[in-house]
């Protein structure tokens, strides 16, 4: 039960790696800076301003500095977004739809068209598929996502014309009321049907964009599983009772490799993240990732800090997830091996 | 009825131990090089680094500060092919191809720089976790974990944010973000070492870490790590363009980032040119290394490739 | 134990079920072509084990997998020769052989674990780790015996269920299945399937079939994964058997009842069985006739009596030598010296002599044929080339190396 210990490990371990990374984010606000400017809401007055460092410690030592903002981050006061002109923890969840909702968009993508492909390829092996494919991972893994956003707006929409820039059109956006944050699906609970298409169809190009990587990485996992799978000996077995290739493929072969791909989705997710920031710059999408670009641009600190601490405890959680599934899905290999 | 053969006597000649490692580092070269993709990716790093050495050939070096893109206000967004511009020119007159040429001695020296820093500050960590062990192991492992948490390039752009806009403060993020690899390969090779059966146990007792370090650890972690190197050449560029391109470093540098964020205003207007190139030079550079590395970790450390 | 034939007079009248003719095998390296199997010959015989015994690289692995077309074919080339199969239904209506290299793939797929079924050498790694032993075990059924399952269904039979039978569901009707209507048929289905398991296990004397069916493998011991395999291998009662080494990875306390189980089936089932083997004694044991072979060509065949007894190519001698047996005295473990060669490419000549002790010039120029000692036992060296001239005919007494 190697299996269980080591989950419950990383369970315990989880929110001390946490307080970990909160600690770095605190540092990083301590170095750059007026400490107080994260509470700073517009010019106030040197009385206004005391009591800020009152209330948050400002004067004490590093330590109590900490602890109160560690309170106030769990209490929901993450200061306030000059960028934004709102508290932190408003901004944030104002912006957090655009973001999952572009994020999710792209890793469907990314995890359909990335398991097709590595499939195509790994079946194929040393054939023009596998090169293609292995082509394609290598391109993925090297594209500069600035770039190749880019590239796609240059062509389909200076040159083309299909796609635009941002969200939504805003005429449309506004015929329907927006409960979730989450266009689409506000779109579907209305039952506006043209509302949910303008959604789609600005979600494509940011979407293509992010998932392109995240797909790469994807499919390069999936060729090598699947090739290792292929050279073991229940394949040939089952080849040997009599099953046609493609029953092989799906039922034995595929079905196998995909678990050890399950591990890359938490690297993908990473991809995905990181990959929003310029996706959102370039696309003009109103969400978490343009709000940190804004942020870094104009020293927001308040914004930067709640920007990193959030990014890295969703990634920090994908990642447990994904073992934790892993770990599930494996145990009969694991324990039989 | 049959019987063993009596064994013949001959004489063996031993190589010396350097003949030995330039045998070797000529077999594995060539290995690498019989795949055509790597070999692709080596032939396009040839012809980057070109670029970096003819730079002042291939243009005229801008004064007083080369890495600063030259301003011609009197030809401004010209398109590529216009004479003197072979790639166009910005929307402050500054000419693409010149941004590409020293854009790529900037890059050769920012990923250098940083992957000289990592390995050294990897290698040194992670032979203290390794060789230590114990308390300070576990800590400096946790201290790892937590720096993982934070995605690479969020965490670079924090930092850079954070000490204010400059390419020296992306080196530096950079830096900071990118030698955990190197220690983890460092302190695996170390542990590997004091577990190995079959090292000689009394010289590892009577021998100076040192001398551990440099006989047992080291000759084995060269391979991984200069792998490593490789891909992170390509993957440093890469997120240093990124930093640039949100805004990080200072304006007008000739840096490739830079550029296309520059030429990012031009485009719905149809000035594709002063964005496209630079970007691509991104993509040639982080394709290469990655190929290559891809192309010399298939050999040096093969596992599924095999069969 | 098989019935054993002690007489290859007897054996000879048995009725072919397969015949190996010139087999050859070979595979595309970046040195050269790699000759694995390189004109290969053998017949199997009703109801018989035929022992194909060599040292490992010697091509017995690649010669059985050419019966059901199992080497991959990118690198492997079958590059020639011809493997005629006699299904029982031929023998009984007199219809002629088929050759297992050409017939069109989906009746090699009808074939495979239908009519020729195989076992392998390591069960742990021979059975999906992700499915039970039931679903694994279903498959066979679903592939082979779907319109008689379907049959006992009853008149009714909804064209999804139909489908499912024939394992040629896509998702969507994966998903259907799961639904109300269908969901009760399809259980009716799997029940059928699972008495037919069920009723494979018990052949194999496995105690509670039930229990192992829900099993997975990882839970089960080295010996009941591959009784389940044999159960599989078995469960269409398949004409011929191809064995390959499937008891390398067992206990020695497990093997003599895996063979047992082996035998048994063999003598109830009317199945005749090719058996792969490095293992001398085992083949001793089990087999009725052995075919030895080296570095991808036979060299001698008979009887198990006649080979053990009367060794006539030097390498079986030298296989005999080597064998430490309890009866023999103690005294040095004779090797026989050298390697296999290089088969990349090979010039004409017999594979054995840079190891033979009595190799001559005709040995390293020309390919050795099949020579008759008469009884069935065929050996392939020149020293049994009675029309060879005695000066350049090598002999047993006169050592060369």
Redesign the interface.
């Known amino acids: 039960m190697q299996i269980r210990e080591y989950l419950l490990r990383r369970l315990m371990?989880f929110p001390?790696?946490?307080v970990?990374?909160s600690?770095?984010?605190f540092g990083?606000?301590r170095?750059?800076?007026n400490p107080v400017a994260i509470y700073l809401e517009h010019e106030m007055s040197a009385a206004e301003v005391a009591e800020l460092e009152e209330r948050y410690g400002l004067n004490e030592p590093l330590p109590v500095q900490y602890l109160a903002w560690g309170r106030g981050v769990l209490t929901g006061d993450m200061g306030w977004s000059g960028v934004s002109a709102q508290p932190v923890t408003e901004a944030l969840v104002n912006r957090i739809g655009a973001t999952m909702e572009l994020a999710i968009f792209s890793a469907i993508v990314a995890i359909a068209l990335g398991i097709g492909l590595g499939t195509f390829g790994g079946a194929r092996r040393?054939r023009w598929p596998d090169h293609l494919t292995?082509?394609f991972s290598?391109?993925g893994?090297?594209?500069?996502?600035?770039?190749f956003a880019?590239?796609l707006?240059?062509l389909f929409?200076?040159n083309l014309g299909w796609f635009s820039t941002g969200r939504s059109e805003p005429t449309i956006f506004s015929t329907i009321s927006h409960p979730t944050g989450v266009y689409t699906l506000d779109a579907l609970l209305a039952g506006n049907i043209r509302a949910l298409l303008d959604a789609l169809h600005h979600l494509i190009l940011p979407a293509a964009t992010l998932g392109f990587g995240a797909t790469a990485i994807i499919a390069r996992m999936m060729r090598?599983s699947l090739?290792?799978e292929l050279?073991?000996?229940?394949v040939?077995?089952?080849?040997?009772?009599?099953?046609?290739e493609k029953?092989v493929m799906r039922?034995?072969a595929r079905?196998?490799a995909l678990?050890p791909t399950v591990t890359v989705i938490g690297l993908g997710f990473?991809f995905l993240?990181?990959g929003t920031?310029?996706v959102e710059?370039?696309f003009r999408w109103p969400g978490l990732g343009r709000w940190?670009?804004d942020?870094?641009?104009r020293?927001d600190?308040a914004t930067?800090?709640a920007?990193?601490l959030f990014?890295?405890v969703l990634?920090?959680t994908v990642n447990l997830i994904v073992d934790i599934m892993y770990a599930y899905l494996d145990r009969?290999?694991v324990?039989?091996? | 009825m049959v019987d063993v053969l009596a064994p013949e006597t001959t004489t063996v000649q031993i190589d010396g131990p350097w003949v030995v490692r330039l045998r070797r580092l000529a077999d594995v070269s060539r290995q690498v090089l019989s795949n055509p993709t790597t070999s692709a990716g080596l032939v396009i790093i040839i012809l980057l680094l070109s670029l970096t050495v003819l730079a002042p050939v291939l243009t005229e070096p801008n004064v007083p500060n080369p890495y600063q893109m030259p301003r011609d206000w009197g030809a401004r967004d010209a398109p590529p092919g216009t004479p003197g511009h072979l790639l166009g020119t910005t929307s402050t007159g500054g000419d693409v191809f010149y941004g590409v040429v020293w854009g790529a001695r900037t890059s050769l020296r920012l990923s250098l720089i940083v992957v000289g820093v990592t390995v050294t500050v990897g290698t040194i960590v992670g032979s203290l976790a390794g060789f230590i062990g114990g308390k300070l192991d576990e800590m400096l492992m946790r201290a790892v974990d937590v720096l993982l948490a934070i995605p690479e390039l969020i965490f670079a752009l924090a930092i850079a944010a954070v000490l204010g806009p400059s390419f020296g403060n992306i080196i530096f993020a950079l830096s900071v973000v990118f030698w955990v690899k190197y220690a983890r390969i460092i302190r695996g090779q170390i542990i590997h070492v004091k577990q190995n059966e079959y090292v000689d146990a009394a010289r590892i007792t009577g021998d100076s870490k040192l001398n551990i370090f440099r006989k047992d650890v080291l000759p084995n972690s060269i391979t991984p790590v200069i792998v490593q190197a490789t891909l992170d050449m390509g993957g440093i560029v890469l997120t240093a363009a990124t930093l640039s391109f949100i805004g990080l470093a200072e304006a007008g540098l000739a840096e490739w980032g830079v550029l296309v964020s520059d030429g990012q205003a031009g485009i719905s207007a149809g000035k594709w040119w002063a964005s496209t190139f630079p970007g691509l030079m991104v993509f040639l550079w982080a394709l290469a290394f990655n190929l290559l590395g891809d192309g010399m970790r298939d050999v040096l450390d093969p596992r599924t490739e095999g069969r | 134990m098989t019935v054993r034939a002690d007489t290859s007079r007897e054996l000879a009248t048995r009725p072919l079920v397969a015949s190996v003719r010139d087999l050859r095998v070979h595979f595309e390296a970046k040195a050269g072509r790699v000759h694995a199997v390189d004109g290969v010959s053998f017949e199997i015989r009703d109801g018989e084990t035929l022992g194909l015994v060599g040292e490992t690289g010697c091509g017995k692995s690649v010669t059985a997998r050419s019966f059901i077309r199992l080497v991959p074919t990118p690198p492997g080339i079958y590059a020639g020769g011809e493997i005629d199969f006699w299904s029982t239904v031929a023998r009984r209506t007199g219809v002629g052989p088929i050759d297992l290299l050409e017939i069109p793939h989906k009746e090699m797929l009808a074939i495979r674990g239908d009519r020729i079924a195989m076992i392998f050498q390591d069960p742990g790694k021979a059975l999906n780790p992700a499915l039970s032993i039931r679903s694994q075990m279903a498959e066979v059924f679903y592939q082979h015996r779907s319109e008689e399952i379907l049959m006992s269904l009853g008149p009714d039979v909804p064209w999804i269920i139909r489908r499912a039978a024939r394992q040629q569901s896509n998702s969507f009707e994966s998903i259907l299945l799961k639904m109300p209507p269908w969901r009760a048929k399809a259980a009716g289905l799997r029940k059928k399937v699972d008495e037919l398991v069920a009723h494979a296990l018990t052949e194999t004397q496995i105690a509670n079939p039930r229990k192992i069916m829900d099993s997975y493998p990882h839970e089960l011991s080295g010996g009941m994964k591959q009784r389940v395999l044999i159960a599989q291998a078995l469960a269409c009662h398949p004409d011929l058997l191809i064995a390959d080494e499937p008891t390398t990875a067992l206990d020695v306390t497990i093997q003599a009842r895996i063979l047992e189980l082996i035998a048994e089936l063999q003598e109830r089932l009317e199945t005749s069985v090719l058996y792969i083997s490095h293992d001398l004694s085992l083949v001793k044991e089990i087999c009725d006739r052995v075919a030895v072979m080296y570095a991808g060509r036979i060299v001698e065949t008979g009887t198990t009596e006649e080979i053990f007894s009367n060794p006539a190519h030097p390498y079986t001698r030298g296989l005999m030598a080597a064998v430490p047996s309890a009866t023999h005295q103690r005294g040095k473990l004779a090797a026989i010296d050298g390697t296999v060669p290089e088969l990349v490419d090979p010039p004409p000549s017999c594979r054995f002599n840079g190891r033979c002790p009595y190799a001559v010039d005709i040995c390293r120029t020309v390919d050795p044929s099949d020579i008759d000692l008469g009884g069935g036992h065929e050996v392939a060296c020149f020293i049994y080339e009675t029309s060879l001239d005695s000066s350049v005919r090598p002999t047993r007494e006169r050592r060369t190396s």
């Open positions: 371990i001390l790696i946490i970990g990374t600690m770095i984010v990083l606000s170095v750059g800076g040393n292995r082509v290598i391109s893994a090297s594209m500069p996502i600035f770039w880019i590239l707006l240059i929409w200076v090598s090739v290792e050279s073991e000996d229940y040939d077995a089952a080849r040997a009772k009599g099953l046609p029953l039922r034995h079905r196998n678990i990473g993240l990181q920031v310029v710059i370039i940190m670009a942020a870094v641009l020293g600190q930067i800090m920007y990193v990014t890295s990634f920090l009969r290999i324990l039989g091996a």
